[in-house]
């Protein structure tokens, strides 16, 4: 059984920073991929950044050039580093991995951006 554990949400100003971590518990595996999502009130969940067991990102155009994702040193943890944050940033944020016929999803880390 995994189990994805969020942390580093909270309440940040229009502008600042945030750091969110995923950490898996369980059985450790090989990842295909993981990544980060998030779900907005009344939006659909959407995909915000992944990266691949080889290391290949990918951003939504929403977070291009402010938000980085990257591994840990230990196996399968991966960072969302969030700069410049806006107020439509403001969403539940949700970790995610994927394996060849699972995918498995964090509980979710509150993300709230004040103007």
């Known amino acids: 059984q995994v189990q994805l554990v969020e942390s580093g949400g909270g309440l940040v100003q229009a502008g600042g920073s945030l750091r969110l971590s995923c950490v898996p518990s369980?059985?450790?595996?090989?990842?295909?991929?993981m990544g980060w999502y998030r779900q907005a009130p009344g939006k659909q969940r959407e995909l915000v950044a992944a990266?691949?067991?080889?290391?290949?990102?990918d951003y939504a155009d929403s977070v291009e050039g402010r938000f980085i994702i990257s591994k840990g040193n230990t196996k399968n943890t991966i960072y969302l580093q969030m700069n410049s944050l806006k107020p439509e940033d403001t969403a539940v944020y949700f970790c995610?991995?994927?394996?060849?016929?699972?995918?498995?999803w964090g509980q979710g880390t509150q993300v709230t951006v004040s103007s």
């Open positions: 995610n991995a994927k394996l060849v016929r699972t995918t498995y």
């Open positions: 369980g059985i450790v595996v090989n990842f295909n991929s």
């Open positions: 990266i691949s067991l080889g290391g290949y990102t």
